[in-house]
Structures are given as C-alpha cells and as structure tokens.
C-alpha cells in the first residue's frame, strides 16, 4: 500500500493466512477485497476488510486455466477457460458452460474475458472466446443473465479465425 505512489510498504506476504498457493486475482467490491488463489490443484477465494487478515470461503474450484475475476451486476464471476462460475457472496458458486459449436468455427474455445455494458445502443452480456485450435476469436452478447448462464442465444458480434494452414512458432 501507498499513500504517496512513492514509498510502498507490503500489506500481504506470501502464504501469510494463505497456505500453499498463489495470487492471480484481487478485486475490490463495495470496501471489502477479495483474493483468488490457486493452489496445485484447486482455486481459492478470500476476503478481508483490511488486506492483512484474510478469510477463506472457497476452496472448491478446479484450477484450470484461470484468465479473469470479475463482479458485474452484483455477481462474481471467475473465468476459468472452458467454464466460469458465478457466485453471488464468493461462497457458493455455480458453473457456467458456454458452447465451443460456431459453425464452421468450431473448436476447443477458451473463455478469455466477460464483462456487461452497452455497445451501439445494445446492452447486455460480452464474452470474448478464443479459438484456440483455429488460432481465432469470437465476441458474443448474451441479452441477459439468464441468457449467459444456460448459453441460450448468444448473438456472434465478431469473428476472427486465422487460416488452419498458417504457421505458427
């Protein structure tokens, strides 16, 4: 923490109230922090009111490839490549699936990023997938929550799949 920018002194010291793991994610929700952790072979959520003393209350997420944690419209989300859960207090999550069949995009997807906003005129739900067989991407807009977590008619803004035959080193 600063006061300054200038002169920096450490809050948190790794594995202090945190055991065996990491931090890929802090985020800040109404005064109140939150920290995700993985561990060898699991995810962890923690909050704290002051980032020195922190509480555990999950455990239970897989590890896999984890890219964001968000909170959006009063949920938490955490993408985690394939999937993402969504938990309204961080301690109980549920899964979220989003299809990898785009046509003739079809392949293994990665769920990189989601966020909600308004884009020309239109609001709703934006997941940013990667193709990662196809060396491509796909945007799409959910119109709603519900719409998100049960994969229900996503609307494809924007493709992008590179040739199967380029090279890549």
């Not at 998100?148 to 035959?165: C, G, H, M, R, Y």
Request: hydrophobic share 35%; charged share 15%.
């Amino acid at each position: 923490a600063s006061e300054d920018a200038l002169t920096w002194n450490p809050i948190y010291t790794y594995n202090e109230g945190v055991s065996n793991s990491y931090i890929v994610s802090l985020l800040c929700v109404n005064d109140k922090y939150y920290m995700v952790t993985r561990k060898f072979m699991g995810t962890e959520v923690y909050s704290s009111e002051d980032c020195v003393t922190w509480t555990l209350l999950c455990g239970t997420l897989p590890a896999s490839n984890f890219y964001n944690f968000k909170y959006i419209n009063g949920k938490f989300f955490l993408v985690l490549g394939n999937a993402f859960y969504y938990s309204d207090d961080c301690i109980t999550w549920a899964n979220g699936t989003i299809s990898s069949s785009h046509g003739s995009y079809e392949s293994t997807t990665n769920i990189e990023d989601i966020c909600y906003g308004t884009v020309n005129g239109v609001t709703g739900y934006y997941v940013l997938k990667n193709l990662a067989s196809k060396y491509g991407f796909i945007l799409t807009r959910y119109a709603t929550f519900d719409d998100l977590i049960s994969n229900v008619a996503p609307t494809v803004l924007f493709q992008e799949k590179n040739s199967d035959t380029d090279n890549y080193c």
